[in-house]
Each structure stands twice: as C-alpha cells, then as structure tokens.
C-alpha cells in the first residue's frame, strides 16, 4: 500500500472521458487539501488484484469488481462512496413487438440477446432474475455480445448491440440496463412500435469504491470529505460529476449487492 | 404518494410512450414548476412507471408513484375521442428537483408589437433592456433566456453595460441596416470618363490609402466583438454593419483605383506604423476613441475633400456612400465615448494617455505621409499644370486646418474641454486614421 499521504486511487479507463474526470477529480481534491493521485487500468481484474496487492489505496469499481474484493477480503474491505445513479438499477426485457413475447415465461424456444459476459446489467443479474421470474433459459437460445470483456459492460456497447440485434431481427428479446434504455428511449433512437420493455427486473446497486480493511484513517477522512463536499450546483464539480454520470455522491450501502452475490454463485462465475 | 399530494400541473400523455414523444410533454411541463412542485401525468400507456421513475433518477426529480385515475387521456389515432374514457389511464406524480433550475424568470407576456409594420431592434431593446453587469457563464444565451446554473465560463470580459453599450446602439443598427447598398450595383461604373495619367495616378494613390485604412476599420472592431457579451449584443450586432460597411468601402475604393489604369499606389511606412499602433489597442472605449472619433471623424472631412474634388460622378459617389456610413460609425464613437465619460470620471485621463502613447510610437514618423500629400494635392488640382497644382496645395493645407477644427469640435462633442480638445487634436495621428 503506498505509504505516503497520497491517496492513490485505481479506475479503469473503459473511454477516453475517464482521463478528464480523474484529472479533474485529482486537481479538486488536491485543492480541497486531500493529496491525490491515479492510476488508470485496462480492465477491472488487474485493477481488484492491485487493490489486494496493496498497489492501490482505493480502487473505483464496478459490482462485479466490489462482490469479488468482498470475496477475497471475506467481507472485511471497506466501502467508501457510491453515485446517486448507482443505487436501484435495474435490468430490462427488451422485445419485438412482433416475437409475441409478453414475459419471462415466454422466452422459451426464442432468441434472446445478452451483453458482455461481465456485465452486471445486461448479462449476469437479469439471466439471474429471469430465471427466478419463471423463464426456462434452457431453453432459451442466447445471442451473446461479448463486447469490451473486463470493462464489466461499463462501456455500454454490448447494450447497443443488443438493442441493434433487436432491431435487425437477430433476436426476439434482449436483456440491457434500465439507464441505456430510458437514455435510448429519451434520445429518440428507439422506435417504439418495433420495441418495448416487457419487464423489469428488482433493483440492483452498482459501482463502489473500494479499500482494503487496513487503509489509512487519515486518508479515508481525507477522501470521504472531500468526495461528499461535491455539489452540482457548483460549475467546477458540475463538470466531473456530469462527466462521471451523477449529480450526488452517497454514502455506502451493501444490500444492493446480495442477489449479485447469489447470481454469481449460482451461475458458477469464478470469483 | 398520496392522493392528497398538490399538483400545480397536470399533462394529459394519451397513450405515447417515454421512446415516442412524451418527453416533449413531460419536460416542458416540469419547466413550468417551480422547484418542489409536483406534477401530474396521466398516462394510459403500460408499465410507464418503470420507465418514469429512472428518468427522474437521472434527472434528480422525485417520482412521487402513481394510482388509478378517472381523467380521460387522449389516445393516439383514435378517430372516435367519445371511446377515450374507457382506457384505464394511471396518473403519476412528480415532484420537481430543485437542481438545474434555470436562472431568471420566464419572459411572460413578451408580444413585441410593430409601428407601422417595422418591428426595430430598438424596440426589443426597450423590452428587454440590458443589465448593468453580465455573467460570463451565461454564454451564448441569448438576453432574456433563462440559463441552467453551472455553465462554462466563457471568455468575455466586456461586461458592464456603461462600458460597452451606448443607449443609442440598437437605433445606430436600425439605422446601420436599412442604409446598406451594394458596391456591386449602386455604383455607377460604366460611367466612369478617362483621365489624364498623372490625374489618374493621384486618384490610384488616394484610393489605395483609403482602402488601407478601411482594412484597419474593418479588423480593428473585429478584435472586440469576440469580447462582447451577448447581453449586449446590440453592441456586437452594431459593430457587424460597421464591419460590413469597411468592408464595402474596401471593395468600391480598390474598384475605383483600378478603373481608371492606373492601379494602385504605395503603402507608406507612416500609414503602416500609425495603423499598427490602432490594431494593438486593447481597451474597447479607447479603441473606439482613437478609431471612431479621432480616426473616421478626421476621414469625414477627408471624404467631404475627395468627394468636392471628385473630377468625376463615379469617385464622386463612391466617397459619398462612404462618407454617410463613416458618419454613423462617428456618431456611434461619439455617443460610446459620450455615455462611459459619463459613467467612469477616470476615463478622460485613460484617453488623453491612449492618444499620447500613440503619438510617441509615431514621433519622428513625419507629416501626412507624402504619396498621400501628392495624391490629394494633384486630386485638388485637377490637373498637373503648375497653377492647378498652386491651388490643389493651398486646398490640402486648408483641409489639414478643416480636420483640426472639427475634430475639436467632435472632442468637445465628447464631452472633452477646449484645451483638452485642442491638445488631443494636435496629437492626432498624422496618418489621419
């Protein structure tokens, strides 16, 4: 763990925007009187073992990533923060208004779209809560996306291929995340007479910063204070906190992890 | 929720979709909330409440639920409206965040009307008059608007009102607008006669230094209307017909040098040095002093010289035109110096300095720079006989009396006192502009 008073934080850079908001966020917090640096990693796993290797101080993680540094730190690694739009996400059933699909329970026998084998949102949580809905996925054929592998789907692009397969006739249903979707609907990029969301998953959480059990108090108060003293209303946070895709940091909250946890277990996925 | 909840707003969605238009009822409507109002949204399309709910996640507004209502909605391509009633329709409620709530009131009520079928800038400029100070994260948006907080700050720094906006700009740009012409088409070229060469020459030189003079009329503004705020953009929009007119006097004064076979003539150093101390200016009031009052005050009277001399009705018109444009850049200096004296009593002394700074720069450069001297004597005279050119130069020595009158007069117009004026005028660029 670095020894200084910096706090070194890791984030993985799934878009370029992921430089600014860091660069943004070390100059504010250095100037709010929290030393702090980052270094930036190419997909989540490298990032979770820098974290366990003690290379990082605090790491920005995806559920995926903050179930398995729970895992490996059995329960004991410190939850600092969350988004506002971390909390109560959800995953969607995505149709053609043609497949005759009204829900789950119909999904047998068709073609259902599925992103990145990472992605909480639009891959993991909804084949899990689908499942528990009632849907035979055995007998579902699944159309995967396995797009941007080690992103854990935050770049997005595996939920678009969903929605084009949807759209092209490559598969009758698709899974995504309730943001893409409202965010695609609000844009105008969906046709609403091609398709509708036929269901909605139960909430979920999703990213959260990190630390091992052991981190330094001081840095803890330092980095804590400093996140939450963020506002919208002031223009210089306005624009990491537009960038990173919040209007408020939240305190932590663990409950919105358990059926990833299940999802994970029950589907075998190596932690 | 409860049904007990207020609602200020209520929308009627039919049965459209969040991906099929409802957003364009739903924001609007919200806009007209104040922060905390809750607003209803009576819906008969399924399932809106998931979609709704991480809407207002993302935006911060509060989705308050939603029950069973009696409203009738309008169903979208339903010929027979008496069958509406029938669909079950949900409200739902919500409550307006009080992050991004735009600056300013809503203009109400705003129905500029037209006096006799003109509607003039200065009539929207008497409805919307301009703020004493701007806001530089205000950007682009244009006055009156109301503005989301946290916006980009942009790089104006021309921001308070009695610096920058005369009150008489929006009438300047009325004006501005309707008296523009075309160099192209208003000009009567095909009339131009043929003049002996050393007269024709003259008139090429005289006409390369106006030209060259009007390219600094033109770049000088320039340099200022990217520093406006657009609270005042009566100011830049002014100063966009002032460009556009150098830019037509360019033109037509290059047209006239080339027309008669001679070409133009020689830039002289004195111009080049006199023009370059204008462009690097930096203070817009300043800049506007020593361009407009100084500058093209001292060109009306040359002009009025050129034009009384003009050997020909095409010089003749060209420098016309010219001169009524110059008039109003004049008087638009004039009233822009006028009302920051006015305003900031320090500023008579800035603009002494400005004038004195300047002609250091150009101590040693000489007199009127002499291709010009040659130039308005041989145009005064008419001719290169010995005798024209006796009075074409006791003309020119008398023009140069004529500037230095009225341009203590336009000084003292400005609100400068007679020594003041006196010894400002004396300063003045030999260079004219």
Known sequence: ?271 | MSSETTVAVAIDAGDLPMGGGLMALVRPALQLLEPGGVLAVNSCYDNLQDDLSVWCKVKQHEYLGNEPTPVAVEVTGAADKSNIPTQRTIRHLIRRSDLSVPKGKRETDMRLSASDGKLSAEAVLSAVPMPDSADPRSGFAPRGAQVEPGGPRYPFDLLDRDHVAPPEVAKLYDQAVESQWDGNRDIPWSKLPTHAPGLERAIGQVFTFLAENELSALYVPSRFVSRIHPAYAEVAMYLSTQMADEARHIDVFLKRARSGGAGLGVSSVTTSQSLLSLLEVADFTEAAFLLSVLGEGTFLDLLRFIEDHAPDDVTAEVVSRARNDEARHVHFGLVHVRHALAHDAGLYQRLENAVRRRAATMAGAGGVPEPLQDGLTILAAGSTSPRDVARGHDDFRQLLDEMHINRIKRLEHAGFTSEQATTLSELHTPNFM
């Open chain 1, 1 to 271: 763990m670095p020894t200084d008073s910096t706090i070194l934080l890791g984030a993985v850079a799934y878009d370029p925007k992921v430089v600014a908001i860091w660069e943004g966020i070390r100059d504010y917090f250095n100037d709010a009187g929290a030393p702090f640096d980052f270094v930036l990693f190419s997909n989540y796993e490298r990032q979770v073992k820098a974290l366990l290797a003690g290379h990082v101080d605090i790491a920005w993680n995806t559920p995926l990533a903050h179930v398995r540094v729970q895992h490996h730190t059995k329960g004991g690694s410190l939850s600092l923060g969350m988004r506002d739009s971390d909390q109560d996400f959800h995953s969607r059933l995505i149709v053609r208004t043609d497949s005759g699909i009204a829900g789950p329970e119909d999904l047998a026998g068709k073609r259902l779209a599925v992103g990145s084998a990472d992605s909480t949102q639009a891959r993991i949580l909804p084949l899990h809560f689908l499942k528990e809905a009632g849907a035979d996925l055995t007998a579902v054929d699944l159309v995967r996306f396995d797009t941007d592998v080690g992103k854990h789907g935050d770049t997005g692009v595996s939920e678009l291929h969903v929605l084009d397969a949807l759209r092209n006739g490559d598969a009758d249903a698709g899974t995504v995340g309730d943001l893409i979707w409202v965010m695609e609907q609000t844009a105008g990029h969906i046709d609403t007479s091609l398709l509708q969301s036929v269901w909605t998953s139960p909430p979920f959480d999703h990213c959260m910063f990190d630390a091992l059990p052991d981190l330094d108090t001081g840095k803890i108060d330092r980095f804590t204070s400093a996140l939450f003293a963020m506002t919208w209303d002031n223009p210089e946070h306005r624009r990491l906190l537009e960038l990173e895709g919040l209007k408020q940091w939240m305190p932590p909250r663990e409950e919105g992890y358990d059926s990833l946890r299940a999802a994970v277990a029950d589907q075998g996925y190596a932690l």
